[in-house]
């Protein structure tokens, strides 16, 4: 009986630590199921030559978010998250846009906006905001 005990012991408190340890692992801006953490900044388009990381041109007033470098990818390359749809929410409003450049300065979770999606979510002059999004497809 003790034995058995001992080997249940053993085992919940492995469990446990494994637990503990991926939990103090994970990193601030993590996924939630399907939601990602992060913040939202916003950028011109036509300031940076208005042809996003995905190859396409970007007009200053689309509905277009750049997904930052980690998530993104080979910077070189065109991303497999490139032309996905995103729906991004801050303070109790929402706002869908399409993935079409990298921000390579943004940490993970974090998206830069056009002007006038950041707008729906929150004043230009905040500069940035708290976000949580998802992928639509």
């Known amino acids: 009986m ?11 408190s492995a469990t446990l ?14 996924r939630d199921d ?3 953490y ?10 940076s030559g208005s042809i996003g990381a995905c190859g396409e041109f970007e007009p200053d007033d689309g509905y277009i978010a750049a997904l930052n470098g980690e998530q993104y990818g080979d910077m070189d390359a065109v991303s497999d998250d490139c032309f996905r749809k995103v729906r991004i929410y801050h303070d109790g409003k929402s706002v869908d846009a399409t993935i079409t450049d990298a ?5 993970w979770g974090s998206l830069d906006l056009t002007p006038v999606v950041f707008e729906e979510l929150d004043d230009l002059d905040i500069g940035v905001i708290d976000i949580k999004w998802r992928f639509l497809d």
Request: aromatic letters at 10%.
């Open 34 to 36: 399907e939601m990602t």
């Open 38 to 47: 992060g913040d939202a900044t916003w950028f011109i388009a036509s300031d």
């Open 17 to 30: 630590l494994a637990a503990f340890n991926g939990a103090a692992a994970s990193p601030i801006n993590k």
């Open 2 to 12: 003790l034995s058995r005990s001992v080997v249940y012991l053993t085992a919940l």
């Open 103 to 107: 921000c390579p300065g943004c940490t």
